[in-house]
């Protein structure tokens, strides 16, 4: 049964991950085209019509025929079926991110008021998890009398018995293992679905958002375009992940120190990442954390308010 599991997991995976992606443009030299006033690198495989005279000159340039696509306000996201993934998840996206920015006049807006959205949409399932923190708060003095027990014993047999009676304290706080990558779980597909409506999708990417141009990426912004904003737009992905993190991160440790370097290390992949990926994602990132943030918050007051 378990290996059935494991095999629909593998096709699902394989469906939704590898069909229909995006496609970077490439020139006859087989390099990837970019934008150099973005930084952005150019999609061959844009869902829709770009209408900022530098996209289309690029693409011109490149032999792609753009005259065939609709218009951004007029695609529709069942036409032209590209694979599950894009067709499931990645055009209805786009599709809604576009009506709300058409409503709001701003297509960074509507890309925060989609991602709030989505995230009330699965509040039910993230707050389990959260409250699965609570728990492990409640449990971890016994955790941690469970690991000075076990200090320094590493036979088979020992780390036998010290995950039987784990997984006893488990049971006792009704704790679930794995919930805490459930979050993770969800929010991978939801940061790729985004990152690929972004990119394929001109309306997203050509438009500007307070002082952010969406498509333009913050390592451009900073050292090409002398933008400095781009400065407090990795400060606050940063931060926000850091204080969204942190809390699960320190419940779930259960007395392990090492778990806070984990912490850190994706601290820094997130900062290395954020400075090569457009302006919008990172709109999205920060919604996303500070939703988090705020939802622990909530969590932890309910708690005190229950006893």
Sequence with gaps: MKKNKKILLVLFLSLTLLSGCTQNLKDEDNQVVTNEKTGQSITENIICKPTNEDVIEIYEENGVDISELPNCEDFNPLSNYEGLWTSIFVKPLAWVIIQIGNILDSYGLSIIITCLLIRLVLMPITQKTAMQSELIKKAQPEL???????????????????AQEMMMIYQKYKINPLSGCLLSFIQLPLLFAFLE???????????????????????????????????????????????????????????????????????AIIAVASLTLPAALGLYWITSSLFTIFQNIYVERKKVKNG
């Excluded at 050292?223 to 400060?235: A, P």
């Design 197 to 267: 409506a972004i990119n394929r999708t001109p309306a997203l990417f050509e438009n500007d958002f307070l002082v952010f141009q969406m498509g333009t990426t913050p390592w451009v912004g900073i050292f090409q375009n002398h933008n400095y904003w781009y400065i407090l737009l990795l400060v606050l992905i940063l931060g926000t992940t850091f204080f969204s993190f942190r809390k699960t991160m320190k419940d779930q440790a259960a007395g392990m120190a090492q778990m806070k370097y984990t912490l850190y290390f994706m601290l």
């Design 144 to 162: 941690e009398k469970l690991e000075k027990k076990y200090k320094g014993k590493e036979s088979q047999e020992d780390q036998t018995r010290k």
